[in-house]
């Protein structure tokens, strides 16, 4: 990350990339050559005055292979629409484009992303370019500032997680239309491939094919529970190890011990007690971040998560405490 100040009115900006994944599958020639020019430029974001008063706010970056696209947003997270928006060819043989955005009263701080058309790409590198209206920043705060834009992006990915009764084991109990889960007595249920019928789980309703999204977990005074993320084609059934290899990403807490399971499993601080987890799916990324929720800090991240390109990740739940739920958030 960068940041500096410009001009009288002490203009502000902060950039940084915030999506870089690699490519999974063999290219072609051609489709090599078009990776190798589309990276495109960070962006630069200025704030252009009428009358001595601030106007509109100019997002310009070049050196794209196609046109990009441009997506503004507040500084609660939220899309805004362009003013309007040219393109045109720049020197080097690429696409530029410049955006424009009318400022709002009631927010100061506004991001620019750019990033290519991914309908036909497969490497696709994104920047945001954050902009403070207001203040300057010394380098401590500003990094603080660039947390705090990337925890409001993160929310406003909320996605509203319901648990699916049908993959549930026969020995949860699911309350609140699927918001709530203990474990419970074992019972008799239906026969469901889908079902898990060893561990102690259940996946959400919905399961993600593209995009961002975000859900929380209250797991206060929870004795034991594992919380993560599942590939639809992922075996359910037997015993068997949650690992990454077999398509689980999951952080579990047993015995008051944290960790993740990865590939050689990962110990985390026995300091650091949850009360409430939030989730971060970035399935083009195929990242899965783990936050406290409470104080937005960051615990853990899974990358390079494997599954075929648009197969169902699913949110995973697990529960042993027969006396705490584990309550999903509502969004």
């Not at 994944?21 to 252009?48: I, K, W, Y």
């Not at 380098?139 to 834009?149: D, G, V, Y």
């Not at 011990?257 to 050689?264: D, E, N, R, T, Y």
Request: glycine share 6%; with cysteine; aromatic share 12%.
């Amino acid at each position: 990350m960068s940041a500096g100040c410009a001009g009288a009115d002490r203009l502000c900006y902060f950039h940084f990339k915030v999506l870089k994944p690699s490519a999974r599958r063999d290219l072609s020639n051609r489709r090599m050559s078009e990776r190798a020019t589309v990276l495109g430029e960070q962006p630069s974001v200025f704030l252009n005055y009428s009358n001595e008063k601030p106007n509109t706010l100019e997002c310009h970056s070049g050196g794209w292979h196609n046109e990009p696209n441009v997506t503004w947003s507040n500084q609660d997270g939220y899309s805004l629409p362009s003013l309007f928006n040219i393109f045109y060819k720049d020197d080097s043989g690429g696409f530029s484009v410049k955006s424009y955005l009318s400022p709002k009263p009631d927010s100061s701080i506004y991001s620019c992303l750019v990033r290519p058309d991914v309908s036909s790409l497969q490497d696709v590198k994104s920047y945001l370019y954050v902009l403070n209206l207001e203040r300057t920043y010394e380098p401590k705060a500003a990094s603080h500032l660039q947390k705090e834009i990337e925890w409001r992006l993160i929310h406003s990915s909320a996605a509203d997680v319901i648990l699916d009764q049908e993959t549930a084991h026969s020995g949860l109990l699911l309350l609140d239309n699927g918001k709530r889960m203990r474990r419970g007595k074992l019972k008799d249920l239906p026969e469901n491939a889908e079902r898990f019928d060893f561990w102690s789980c259940v996946v959400g309703k919905e399961g993600f094919t593209s995009g961002s999204h975000y859900w929380v977990v209250d797991v206060t005074e929870n004795r034991s529970w594992r919380l993560g993320a599942v590939k639809g084609s992922a075996k359910r059934q037997g015993n068997f190890t949650m690992a990454p290899q077999l398509g689980y990403w999951v952080l579990v807490w047993n015995n008051d011990h944290l960790k993740a399971l990865s590939v050689q499993e990962t110990n985390l601080s026995r300091r650091l007690k949850l009360s409430s987890v939030g989730i971060y799916l970035d399935y083009e990324g195929r990242l899965l971040s783990f936050y406290n929720a409470d104080v937005g800090t960051h615990v853990y991240t899974f990358s390079n998560m494997e599954f075929t390109s648009g197969e169902k990740v699913f949110p995973l739940f697990l529960t042993l405490d027969m006396e705490k739920d584990l309550i999903l958030w509502a969004q």
